[in-house]
């Protein structure tokens, strides 16, 4: 049916390879819509729109399950089964059993997608919750990408992998209701054909909402510290994460909601509490928050300082396979500020020999 689509519109003719992916991953996020209920969800494949460098691999065009608005999800669908970083640009992936140059993330391909429907296209004109990215590794288990699951990213980008099936059908369930998607087909072609298409503003990033920030989209966060924190509890070397740029109130939340997604698919996830702050729990992962760690000192009525920090914190990153550590930005006392307490965590890393990897949840979606 492609194939016969490909000529009926004039496209040059697709090589046995891409064939071959379309046979092996089409079939793929196929089930999984059907699987979960969506199989009224419109699938459009390959799709070329202008503005948009290259084809989309899928494009899900369906409507939200909350707001009955039109939803779009832009979707790269990999094959890849074992990917590391490429050691001369970590912005670039080497992918096992594949020839030539190293590959850019997946996310990012979706990503820069993304950017180009918001500034080329009046449908995503608004901001509205029509538009969102993800890459799909449906071969690959979490421990064969732990690279690319890590890579640092400052941009909203979904991934999943055959081990996060699970999190994908909560994702899409959340961007798409189980009714037709053939109006917004419709609507994304006609925005195409009939004037909404702005070639003039094809890469210009003031068309990208500023409001467009990951800690603006709970859903997302919650999604990337999820995945790096699996990604890292894979890795060779142990590490710590900071994770930057919320409130004390969106730090406890989100420390919450990322225990129990992190627990549902496995782990020993504990929350740090005041009660157990000097004794910590052994676990996977130990997700503690700044004013937890404040209150801990507090109760012990020790000397709100460095040397006592410094000591205690190495005790939890020996509690746990990742210790986790959100710092608000509304939080003065022990820490003198977010970036003081940050120092403190990276200066005892790396005294004990560890990584500091840190998560900054107030950049941009661009």
């Not at 901001?127 to 071969?139: E, I, K, Q, S, T």
Request: proline letters at 5%.
């Amino acid at each position: 049916m492609l194939s016969e689509a490909e000529k009926s519109l004039g496209r040059r003719s697709t090589s046995d390879g891409e064939k071959d992916a379309w046979a092996r991953s089409l079939p793929v996020i196929a089930g999984d819509l059907v699987e979960m209920g969506l199989d009224a969800v419109d699938l459009m494949v390959e799709c070329e729109l202008p503005g948009v460098q290259g084809e989309a691999d899928v494009i899900l065009a369906g409507r939200h399950p909350e707001t009955g608005d039109h939803s779009y999800v832009v979707t790269e669908l990999k094959q890849w089964q074992r990917v590391a970083t490429d050691p001369d640009d970590d912005e670039r992936f080497i992918v096992a059993n594949m020839i030539g140059k190293p590959k850019p993330h997946p996310a990012e391909q979706t990503a820069r997608t993304c950017r180009a429907l918001l500034a080329s296209h009046d449908l995503f004109s608004e901001p509205r919750d029509r538009l969102v990215g993800m890459a799909y590794l449906h071969n690959a288990a979490d421990h064969q990408v732990a690279d690319l699951l890590a890579a640092p990213r400052n941009r909203l980008a979904y991934v999943f992998t055959r081990d996060s099936r699970g999190a994908l059908k909560r994702f899409l369930r959340r961007r798409l209701a189980p009714v037709s998607g053939r109006e917004s087909v419709e609507l994304l072609a006609d925005s195409t054909l009939f004037g909404a298409y702005r070639p003039d503003q094809v890469g210009h990033q003031g068309r990208v909402h500023p409001e467009f920030r990951i800690r603006n989209d709970w859903d997302g966060a919650t999604h990337w510290v999820t995945t790096v924190l699996r990604a890292t509890f894979t890795a060779d070397q142990k590490s710590i994460v900071l994770v930057t740029g919320l409130s004390r109130l969106e730090a406890s939340q989100l420390a919450i909601t990322t225990a129990e997604f992190l627990r549902r698919a496995g782990y020993r996830a504990r929350l740090l509490t005041p009660e157990d702050a000097y004794e910590p729990p052994r676990c996977d992962m130990l997700l503690c928050g700044e004013s937890t760690l404040e209150q801990a000192l507090i109760r012990a009525e020790k000397p709100a300082g460095r040397e006592v920090l410094g000591p205690y914190v190495r005790r939890l990153f020996a509690a746990a396979q990742v210790p986790v550590f959100m710092l608000s930005t509304d939080l003065p006392g022990v820490s003198r500020g977010p970036k003081a307490f940050a120092a403190v965590l990276r200066e005892a890393a790396a005294d004990a020999g560890l990584k500091a990897r840190t998560l900054s949840l107030d950049s941009d979606f661009h």
